[in-house]
């Protein structure tokens, strides 16, 4: 497990603001859009304790399960997601997809996986 603790921490990992990382993930604080493009790594967390942290990206995200506050980017493609809102074009899970508040989006929602569970949004106006 890779955790990173601050900004400056993070910058250092990024190769041309990409973040690719074959490990599992924890982010202490919320993204910047502008610092990083695309994510990869196994699991991530975007979390510390019981607060959660923002993920934005300009880019896609692909791993393997999402946890955290808000995710922002373009497509999103893993297995499990738990956040607050989510927001961006595509959004590809294998087996569930729970949102707090809201899934915001330009494009579609897939399921990979013929028995995963519909999209869940406790937050739904």
């Given at each position: 497990?890779?955790?990173?603790?601050?900004?400056?921490?993070?910058?250092?990992?990024?190769?041309d603001?990409?973040?690719?990382?074959?490990?599992?993930l924890?982010?202490?604080f919320?993204?910047?859009?502008?610092d990083?493009?695309?994510?990869?790594?196994n699991?991530?967390?975007?979390?510390?304790?019981?607060?959660?942290?923002d993920?934005?990206?300009c880019g896609?995200?692909t791993?393997?399960?999402?946890n955290?506050?808000?995710?922002?980017g373009?497509d999103?493609?893993g297995r499990?997601?738990?956040g607050?809102?989510f927001t961006?074009k595509?959004?590809?899970?294998?087996?569930?997809?729970c949102?707090?508040r809201?899934i915001?989006?330009?494009?579609k929602?897939?399921?990979?996986?013929?028995k995963?569970?519909?999209?869940?949004?406790?937050g739904?106006?």
């Open positions: 497990m890779k955790i990173i603790k601050t900004r400056e921490e993070l910058l250092k990992l990024l190769d603001k990409d973040l690719i990382i074959d490990d599992d924890t982010i202490e919320s993204t910047a859009r502008e990083v493009r695309n994510v990869r790594c699991n991530l967390f975007m979390l510390k304790g019981v607060e959660r942290y993920l934005s990206i896609n995200f791993g393997r399960n999402f955290g506050g808000d995710f922002n373009r999103f493609t499990n997601f738990t607050g809102d961006g595509d959004i590809s899970y294998y087996a569930f997809f949102c707090y809201k915001i989006k330009s494009g929602i897939t399921a990979r996986y013929l995963a569970s519909k999209p869940i949004e406790l739904k106006d």
